[in-house]
């Protein structure tokens, strides 16, 4: 569904993904982990346009979409919940969830789509008429993949959904993404929270400074001993 070839991408002199190879089959969950500044985030951000490339192809139902305008990547069906969740603060949920149709023309479309998030997310109809800035981190997360399911993406690019999050909300986002897969919704997951992502994906690769060092089935690499002892060592000890 998805190939990424010889990924280069610069910021300026950094050179912060250097020859990024993966791909993702159809109604796969595959997360990236690795260290902080290993290039994840880049390499979601080059995959929905917002950054360019340097080098190197990423092929879409077959279709090159490499430097695409980040709206036409939305329109053909890919969509980014950045990481920190970024809603709009100073507007309602209700608001926040329409700007996601954006490439919507179909209002009763929109508002079938609504009521599914609702049903979805039943803490979202109760603060429908709040502000976004006023929800707990919890749920702006939920608020921030509801907004990006709107666009009836193909693909979701999860980047750190689990951040600063309690883990009773961590546990109901990582069973939300499963429940968008087995809802026929492709996911790139990057997340710090390795255990969690490798127990629910079907494939990962590791990124360290900015290249694929390892890859695999999940449950493999969650058996790595090199994942452990980089990723896993805390949730292993308290195991």
Do not use: W
């Amino acid at each position: 569904m998805l190939k990424v070839t010889d990924l280069h991408v610069h910021y300026g002199a950094i050179h912060a993904l250097k020859g990024v190879s993966f791909n993702l089959q159809e109604g796969e969950i595959v997360t990236l982990i690795g260290a902080n500044g290993a290039g994840k985030s880049t390499l979601l951000n080059t995959i929905s346009g917002i950054l360019p490339a340097t080098q190197g192809q990423v092929t879409y139902l077959d279709e090159d979409i490499t430097n695409s305008p980040a709206p036409k990547i939305v329109r053909m069906g890919i969509v980014q919940v950045p990481e920190g969740r970024k809603i709009f603060p100073a507007m309602t949920v209700m608001e926040n969830l329409e700007m996601g149709a954006f490439t919507v023309t179909d209002r009763a479309l929109i508002n079938e789509n609504i009521a599914l998030m609702f049903k979805k997310f039943p803490i979202l109809e109760k603060r429908y008429k709040q502000l976004g800035g006023t929800l707990s981190g919890g749920e702006q997360q939920m608020l921030a993949i509801a907004r990006g399911l709107m666009a009836n993406p193909k693909l979701i690019l999860l980047d750190e959904p689990s951040m600063g999050l309690s883990p009773i909300f961590v546990e109901q986002i990582f069973d939300t993404i499963q429940d968008i897969n087995q809802n026929g919704v492709n996911v790139i997951l990057v997340e710090q929270n390795a255990q969690m992502a490798l127990s629910i994906a079907h494939r990962a690769y590791v990124l360290e400074t900015g290249k694929i060092v390892l890859e695999g089935e999940a449950q493999e690499v969650l058996q790595n001993p090199s994942v452990i002892e980089a990723y896993l060592g805390i949730a292993q000890e308290e195991a």
